[in-house]
């Protein structure tokens, strides 16, 4: 093996297509342009990357999915660790969350962090993990990946656009971007499968006061004082 192709492969920044293979994603998302994209929605456990900015919607995006699994496995938790701002709850209640089934962690050390997300992942008490974290290397990601196949658990890493200085090990990568209509988003990385451009995800079913349906090019009516003039 040429020493390049070896270096990139210890490295895991070599795509082998015949080391892959494509996913079962049986987890609806909620969001029919997703779970077109996805070919059926979201993995029902694994790694998934969201690099996005905060405060466009990357939380709401993952509602859905994450109550029809807390509906499903009624006696297990959603943890969100480390957010970055605080949790809305009554968002939470309003939307159908049981708020005693939905735990925050707030380490006071960032070196508790990943030993929060790997614990709540292996132990077979959570569904869902959300993480907040700003820099991942391949070794901690792989760890993360083992613990959430341990406890049959799906972890969701929201993390800031421009940290994504390698390839990481995940099930599946998302970019999020702002859009009118709610969200943007790319496929960035999904096994045994290409990613295809950006495309627009529609929250006004669940949001509608934030969102704007898609510009038309409807003219309006003049009113009845601009026609008597």
Known sequence: MHPTISYLKN????WQANHTQAIDNGQHTGFKELDE???GGFPEYG???IRSLLGIGELRLLLPSILARQQHRQTELVTLIAPPMSVNSEMLAEFGFALDQ???VQPSLSKQVLWSAEQSLK???CHSVILWHASLS???????????EKGHCLLFIIRQPQQEHISLPVTLGIRLSP???GIQAQITKRKGTWHNGSFNIYMGAYWPELSQLEDT???AFPSRASRAG
């Not at 490295?11 to 070599?14: F, I, S």
């Open 179 to 181: 859009s009118k209509v």
């Open 123 to 125: 132990s077979g008490c």
């Open 37 to 39: 994209a996805l070919q």
């Open 102 to 104: 939905v735990m925050v």
């Open 138 to 148: 391949v070794t901690q990601v792989k760890r993360l990946q083992l613990a959430a």
């Open 11 to 14: 490295k895991n920044l070599l």
């Open 47 to 49: 790694v998934i990357d």
């Open 217 to 219: 090019n409807v003219l």
